[in-house]
Antibody, heavy 116, light 109 residues
Framework: QLQLQESGPGLVKPSETLSLICTVS??????????WIWIRQPPGKGLEWIGS???????DDNPSLKSRVTMSLDTSKNHVSLKLSSVTAADTAVYYC????????WGQGTLVTVSS | QAVVTQEPSLTVSPGGTVTLTCGSS?????????PYWFQQRPGQAPRTLIY???IKHSWTPARFSGSLLGGKAALTLSGAQPEDEAEYYC?????????FGGGTKVTVL
């Protein structure tokens, strides 16, 4: 059974880079059938799409994040990574990864707090 | 960037029917926006109820259905149950970009 698990530091300092990994188990990320998305949710607020990455490396990301997003696939480790640079307190959120295009599998989310 | 609009809150009686809608600032919502509907209960991760306008997952209760209605995407809940009390988000695609609606809080009362 496919499972997704987000991981990474729970605390990041302002101006630094947030780095998260979405580990996929029970299935391979090396398939053109699916692609992967990152979504976040600030405390008490709604969902925000961060970006998408396709097999082969094509990415789309949210223009409101002003090109601070980098996503990649590591097929040897079967994980999807997210980097968000120059973070501020506004980037404090629960971060989720999910499999597209059917969004049939989500990670449980990981809280990242931006604070000095 | 497009803005996706949803009703902030709706109330439905147990056993009743309610329709949530999802509009786009760019014009009518069509099947080319591949509308999704997610349910999120407090303290839980979202789960996908509907994708590609009307396709259900195996776990989607039969009382939920997705459609296009009057230029918007719609999620209809027929026969509401107490466990349907949750936040519901729609999600639209725009040629590579994706946008969430602000969410609709559904109360079953």
């Amino acid at each position: 059974q496919l499972q997704l698990q987000e991981s990474g530091p729970g605390l990041v300092k302002p101006s630094e880079t947030l780095s998260l990994i979405c580990t996929v188990s029970g299935g391979s990320i090396s398939t053109s059938t699916y692609y992967w998305i990152w979504i976040r949710q600030p405390p008490g607020k709604g969902l925000e799409w961060i970006g998408s990455i396709h097999y082969g490396g094509r990415t789309d990301d949210n223009p409101s994040l002003k090109s601070r997003v980098t996503m990649s696939l590591d097929t040897s480790k079967n994980h999807v990574s997210l980097k968000l640079s120059s973070v501020t307190a506004a980037d404090t959120a629960v971060y989720y990864c999910a499999r597209q295009p059917t969004a049939d599998h989500w990670g449980q989310g990981t809280l990242v707090t931006v604070s000095s | 960037q497009a803005v996706v609009t949803q009703e902030p809150s709706l109330t439905v009686s147990p056993g009743g029917t309610v329709t949530l809608t999802c509009g786009s600032s760019t014009g009518p919502v069509t099947s080319s926006h591949y509308p999704y509907w997610f349910q999120q209960r407090p303290g839980q991760a979202p789960r996908t109820l509907i994708y590609d306008t009307s396709i259900k997952h195996s776990w989607t209760p039969a009382r939920f259905s997705g459609s296009l209605l009057g230029g918007k995407a719609a999620l209809t809940l027929s026969g509401a149950q107490p466990e349907d009390e949750a936040e519901y988000y729609c999600f639209l695609s725009y040629s590579g970009a994706r946008v969430f609606g602000g969410g609709t809080k559904v109360t079953v009362l």
